[in-house]
């Protein structure tokens, strides 16, 4: 079965495009904002190490298990990188299609600033009208509370907690959150983030 393409897509203050080599100095610069690679709970990529990243993204692309785009701001008659995002841990066969979206981080200059909120409406509108998944879930580190309030604050339901998941680099365990979103409840969760995204 044919692997999922990465997409193009388009808001007034935002657009995801498929990653590329050509946006590595955009996301050097991003990563460096804020020193996000310092938590840690967290896993992005540092300047010395996102060229890396890149290149393992697009590894899972070509592989068909990940879909890697780079979000990029629009906003003030400008175009700045901001942060990358995937569609990863892809299943794609002839009886279904789910999908999760995760490895999302944001320069900090673009967090709180209602980006996150058009980014995954975008990625789940594709998702579940375009590619038509039975569901979209989200994962994150138990002690990410941050991330797990993005995540609520979308409408996504907690499934529960993976223990003792897996080791992180710093080799602490990590209990990974694990969250939801099912085809039925999308056009709910659409209509409530309509409403966020209009206020």
């Known amino acids: 079965m044919p692997k999922l393409l990465a997409p193009t897509l388009t ?11 050509s946006h590595l100095d955009g996301l050097k610069a991003a990563c460096a904002d804020g020193d996000l690679n310092a938590l840690w709970y967290t896993a992005v990529p540092s300047p010395d190490t996102v060229e890396a990243e890149i290149k393992r993204r697009l590894a899972l692309y070509d ?37 999760e979206i995760g490895s999302t981080w944001y320069a900090q200059s673009a967090q709180r600033n209602g980006i996150n ?27 990410n509370q941050q991330s ?3 995540i609520e604050r979308l409408g996504a339901q907690l499934d529960g907690m993976l223990r003792a998941h897996f080791i992180m680099p710093n080799g602490t365990m ?4 694990v969250y939801s979103i099912s085809a039925h409840e999308w056009p709910t969760v659409r209509t409530h983030l309509d409403f966020k995204i209009s206020r």
């Open 11 to 21: 808001h007034a203050k935002v657009r995801l495009e498929p990653t590329a080599l």
């Open 63 to 99: 592989a068909g298990s990940m879909v890697p785009l780079t979000i990029i701001q629009t906003t003030d008659g400008a175009e700045k990188i901001i942060g990358m995002t995937t569609y990863m841990n892809v299943e794609h066969n002839t009886t279904y299609t789910r999908v």
């Open 117 to 143: 909120t058009i980014v995954k409406r975008m990625m789940l509108a594709h998702a579940f009208e375009e590619w038509r998944v039975i569901a979209v879930e989200f994962r994150t580190h138990r002690f």
């Open 148 to 150: 797990r309030a993005a």
């Open 174 to 177: 990590r209990d990974t959150a």
